[in-house]
């Protein structure tokens, strides 16, 4: 094919101008142009003829055309690789801002996630909370008053951690621990379990923008006082704070006794120092003996000790029993200041006798015993 179009191209300079195409010393005529290049292009048709097979050119396109869809049929036949979907990741701010709504949100001192396993504590005490919140308003009658109207203990039980697994699916696990007159209730519910009790997905709840198979399903058919009892009987434990054998959160490990120490032996004589028990209260829950926190308040009680001269300091629960020990020993009045303090509204210049513990925020109370 280039043959031929060189043939062409020098025939027509060649008519042209013969001088551009005829080498030196030949005859520059048109006639030679056409003679030398004319039979140069007739060749090149014949060649191009004889080796140019169109059917040849179609029958390879063909073969071409069935081996690509050939090899399409064998890749859709093997069986294809999974993709793997990504690992959805939990939103722990959105998780935190999410718990501050629900019920008693504000007295929720602790939240961790942990392994998808979420654990919320609330505030053991008027104290614990103010400590967190200084510039609350809120009064310690207010703060009291909050759980014991109605069944707020059970609503926020149930319902808190329904609502959890509904709103975050991907949760496995929800652990609640409310502290409430003298004993701390304890929520732990497997996301199976929950949805079993309920006969609903919440994974569907969740994808469902509209509410409206949370309010049929589970809103307005089981957050009721008759089923709301139902679940605390099966999945609440009350652990009273007062009893002598206590076990770690996890249920695993059992405190072992221990002695204190001179200044603090009678206060320990149930065989549990004052600091482990003040530790305990201000977690609202029961640790191990061996918490750093323990050491905290050994050190802050043998500080007092030191400071006011006194041989021991006695420490008793706000509870009728303690109060009458207390009435027995004449202090009635210093009763009501003592409860003061704890609450947090004892002015700094305190009565004389009287002891206040900064940091600590429990429903225990520290008396100085000397002389009475």
Do not use: C
């Amino acid at each position: 094919a280039i043959l031929i179009l060189v043939s062409m191209a020098a025939i027509v300079l060649g008519i042209l101008n013969p001088r551009w195409v005829i080498r030196w010393g030949e005859k520059k005529t048109r006639g030679n142009v056409l003679a030398t290049y004319g039979s140069t292009l007739i060749a090149s048709f014949f060649l191009f003829g004889v080796y140019h097979d169109p059917a040849h050119e179609q029958n390879t396109e063909t073969q071409w055309s069935d081996l690509v869809h050939s090899n399409a049929s064998v890749q859709a036949q093997l069986p294809s690789t999974p993709v793997p979907s990504p690992i959805p990741q939990f939103d722990e701010g959105a998780f935190k801002s999410y718990v501050a709504q629900l019920k008693g949100g504000s007295f929720i001192g602790e939240v961790e996630i942990d392994s998808n396993v979420a654990t919320i504590q609330y505030y053991a005490s008027f104290a614990e909370y103010m400590n967190a919140n200084p510039q609350s308003g809120l009064t310690a009658e207010q703060f009291r008053n909050y759980w014991d109207s109605g069944d707020a203990v059970e609503e926020a039980l149930m319902e808190n951690s329904i609502r959890l697994f509904k709103e975050f699916p991907i949760l496995n696990e929800v652990n609640i621990f409310l502290p409430y007159q003298e004993q701390v209730f304890r929520v732990s519910l497997p996301k199976s379990q929950a949805e079993s009790f309920l006969g609903a997905d919440f994974q569907r709840l969740h994808e469902d923008r509209t509410n409206e198979a949370w309010r049929q399903q589970v809103s307005n058919k089981y957050f009721n006082p008759e089923d709301r009892k139902r679940f605390i009987e099966l999945f609440v434990t009350v652990q009273d704070t007062s009893a002598e054998e206590t076990q770690s959160l996890d249920h695993t490990v059992e405190v072992k006794s221990r002695k204190t120490p001179s200044a603090h032996e009678d206060a320990a004589s149930d065989g549990y120092s004052v600091e482990y028990k003040l530790a305990a209260l201000h977690k609202g829950g029961f640790i191990r003996e061996d918490d750093p926190l323990v050491g905290k308040f050994r050190s802050h009680l043998d500080n007092i000790s030191q400071k006011t001269g006194e041989e021991w300091i006695r420490i008793a629960d706000m509870t009728v029993t303690a109060q009458t020990l207390m009435k027995q020993k004449g202090v009635q009045e210093d009763l009501q200041t003592t409860i003061q303090a704890i609450e947090g509204t004892l002015p700094d210049d305190l009565k004389p006798g009287m002891i206040k513990l900064e940091e600590i925020v429990s429903a225990y109370v520290v008396l100085r015993t000397g002389g009475r």
